[in-house]
């Protein structure tokens, strides 16, 4: 166990550990699982401590001051993240340390003090789903996602087969994701290239992870496949979600199915946030969240 002011790289090796730890707190937003900080970390490059009861998780993003995820632990913790703060600015040269991604319950513990400044990010809010509005997909509202389905059973309903992601279809997974960015032309988008990073990652180590995946595949290829993990006891999250832009209501096909077979016991979906995309943030309104989970940033003031 490393204690503050102490860091270590976030490895596979920590997975029980933070798991436990993250599962502890029960959290609302979509960061706070280990398979996300993990398939991320190249990016991120999270350094994680513990501060008594607290588990601190530091950010060193390439070209970006370090900055942390708001403290993970019990109530109160004004003090810890009063600790955290100084030691970014007198230990790390931060001008303007900062807490990011916090969740409401974080914010309702030092939004408080007169030292800290309390900003929303729209652009990190995650969307919350009922699962049994994902599945059914009723009413009017839901007409349109009803028709893709029905256009991809059209085409392919003989055809196609949906099967959990293992040893066995890892490596087609990944050929698909390679022709996916092909068609979206990752190489072109940096955020979309940082994608595929953390797409890498958590096939590379799918297992170690213990996510739930599945795959659809027509004929021999896989054309769309997804994983998450519960966030919660009433919320599962779904990391990533893949699928052939080409094949009409295959998209709307892989979300409906990854609900109906495996989370159906569970109230809620987490689907992440959009990150300010117009298509996408589009796309996540479409199927109408019951609400989104607000996250901030919380500067302390110079």
């Given at each position: 166990m490393v204690a503050f002011p102490d860091f270590r790289p976030l490895e596979l090796e920590d997975r029980e550990l933070i798991r436990e730890l993250l599962w502890r707190y029960q959290p609302d937003t979509s960061e706070l699982t280990f398979t996300n900080l993990f398939i991320w970390r190249s990016l991120y490059r999270w350094q994680w401590s513990k501060a008594g009861e607290w588990l601190l998780i530091l950010q060193e993003k390439e070209g970006q001051e370090p900055s942390f995820l708001p403290p993970v632990g019990p109530s109160p913790r004004l003090e810890v993240t009063r600790t955290a703060l100084d030691w970014l600015h007198a230990q790390r040269g931060v001008q303007r340390p900062r807490i990011e991604r916090a969740d409401s319950r974080f914010v309702s513990e030092v939004s408080t003090a007169p030292e800290l400044a309390v900003i929303p990010e729209r652009d990190h809010f995650d969307y919350l789903y009922q699962t049994s509005d994902l599945i059914s997909l009723k009413g009017s509202?839901?007409?349109?996602?009803?028709?893709?389905?029905?256009?991809?059973?059209?085409?392919?309903?003989?055809?196609?087969?949906?099967?959990?992601?293992?040893?066995?279809?890892?490596?087609?997974?990944?050929?698909?994701?390679?022709?996916?960015c092909e068609w979206r032309r990752c190489d072109e988008d940096m955020?979309?290239?940082?994608?595929?990073?953390?797409?890498r990652q958590g096939l590379a180590d799918y297992q170690a992870l213990k996510v739930e995946g599945a795959a659809i595949l027509i004929g021999e290829k896989v054309e769309a496949f997804t994983f998450g993990e519960l966030l919660n006891a009433q919320t599962a999250v779904v990391h990533i979600e893949k699928a052939n832009p080409e094949i009409p209501g295959l998209y709307a096909m892989i979300n409906r199915q990854f609900c109906r077979k495996y989370w159906s016991g569970v109230p809620f979906i987490n689907r992440e946030q959009d990150l300010g995309e117009e298509g996408l943030r589009k796309a996540k309104l479409s199927y109408h969240p019951v609400r989104l989970v607000e996250k901030y940033r919380i500067d302390l003031a110079g």
């Open positions: 509202k839901y007409h349109g996602k009803r028709s893709h389905i029905s256009r991809f059973l059209q085409d392919h309903g003989a055809g196609f087969r949906f099967v959990p992601i293992g040893p066995e279809n890892l490596e087609l997974c990944a050929e698909f994701q390679e022709r996916w955020n979309l290239g940082d994608e595929w990073t953390a797409i």
